[in-house]
């Protein structure tokens, strides 16, 4: 899941504690994220309102120790900050600079070793200019190190109009035990692509799903109480009831099929 706070939200949560032994975990707290690379220093960033900085946040257990991380992206800095609770105060354990925007961010045990994955969706949260640089929609996988930096593993990318990553999903769909990677994002100005990455081997197989006007919000569970997982598409509006209707109406409805 994640979340969206105001500055003020963000810096408060940062500055809890948590209880917990002591780790040895490097305090990374004035490391300011990697440089850009030239290519990334030419691309163009679509900073939001002047004044505002535009924050993402979800937290997650990334060590296995029981006790959550919080990751937060921020566009001031343009980088993910991981911060540990796990010692007597918490540190920053790790910065990463991100040529995209973070949308979506949501941490799951991936590999089943007790440890989670960092799943960001990226994009732009906007429409791609006309003309310069085009912003494609991602999925990446980060896997924390224990040393240097976490490199990420890109398992999908689509070129669009409108590369916004709407819904990140982590969830057990089909019962094996092992979770699947459910998002959505915008394909056109309207219309949403909702996709399912099932794990492959060492790869991941990605599955199209139903093309919907609108349909930014997904999520699964048994929510017909039947035992199987079905996928629910939320949206604030879609197409009209009736023919004369004149306002589109919104809803929710379940997409079923094996």
Same mark, same amino acid.
């Given at each position: 899941?994640?979340?969206?706070?105001?500055?003020? +939200?963000?810096?408060?949560?940062?500055?809890?504690?948590s209880p917990g032994g002591a780790q040895n975990i490097a305090d990374r707290s004035q490391e300011k994220p990697a440089p850009p690379t030239a290519a990334q220093a @030419?691309? +163009?960033?679509?900073?939001?309102?002047?004044?505002?900085?535009?924050?993402?946040?979800?937290?997650?257990?990334?060590?296995? /120790?029981?006790?959550?991380?919080?990751?937060?992206? /921020?566009?001031?800095?343009?980088?993910?900050?991981?911060?540990?609770?796990?010692?007597?105060?918490?540190?920053?354990?790790?910065?990463?600079?991100?040529?995209?925007?973070?949308?979506?961010?949501?941490?799951?045990?991936?590999?089943?070793?007790?440890?989670?994955?960092?799943?960001?969706?990226?994009?732009?949260?906007?429409?791609?200019?006309? /003309?310069?640089?085009?912003?494609?929609?991602?999925?990446r996988i980060y896997k924390p190190a224990s040393k240097g930096d976490w490199k990420p593993v890109e398992i999908y990318r689509k070129a669009t109009e409108r590369p =916004?990553?709407?819904?990140?999903?982590?969830?057990?769909?089909?019962?094996?035990? @092992?979770?699947?990677?459910?998002?959505?994002?915008?394909?056109? @100005?309207?219309?949403?692509?909702?996709?399912?990455?099932?794990?492959?081997?060492?790869?991941?197989?990605?599955?199209?799903?139903?093309? +919907?006007?609108?349909?930014?919000? +997904?999520?699964?569970?048994?929510?017909?109480?039947?035992?199987?997982?079905?996928?629910?598409?939320?949206?604030?509006?879609? =197409?009209?009831? @009736?023919?004369?209707?004149?306002?589109?109406?919104?809803?929710?409805?379940?997409?079923?099929?094996?």
């Open positions: 899941m994640t979340v969206r706070f105001p500055a003020a +939200v963000v810096l408060a949560a940062l500055a809890m504690t @030419k691309k +163009v960033r679509p900073y939001p309102t002047p004044g505002v900085t535009r924050y993402t946040m979800t937290a997650g257990d990334l060590t296995g /120790d029981g006790i959550a991380e919080s990751i937060v992206y /921020d566009s001031d800095s343009e980088g993910i900050r991981i911060t540990n609770y796990s010692g007597k105060a918490p540190i920053q354990s790790m910065s990463i600079y991100v040529d995209d925007i973070p949308l979506q961010m949501a941490v799951a045990d991936l590999e089943g070793d007790g440890r989670g994955e960092l799943i960001v969706g990226a994009g732009l949260g906007g429409y791609n200019p006309k /003309d310069g640089p085009q912003t494609n929609v991602s999925i =916004d990553v709407t819904s990140l999903e982590v969830k057990d769909l089909d019962g094996d035990g @092992k979770p699947e990677i459910l998002f959505a994002y915008f394909a056109s @100005k309207y219309m949403s692509e909702i996709r399912v990455a099932t794990r492959e081997g060492t790869g991941w197989k990605i599955t199209e799903l139903p093309t +919907v006007r609108m349909g930014a919000a +997904v999520d699964a569970g048994d929510v017909l109480q039947n035992g199987r997982s079905m996928v629910v598409v939320g949206r604030m509006y879609g =197409d009209p009831a @009736k023919p004369e209707d004149k306002t589109p109406t919104g809803g929710a409805f379940v997409i079923d099929g094996d």
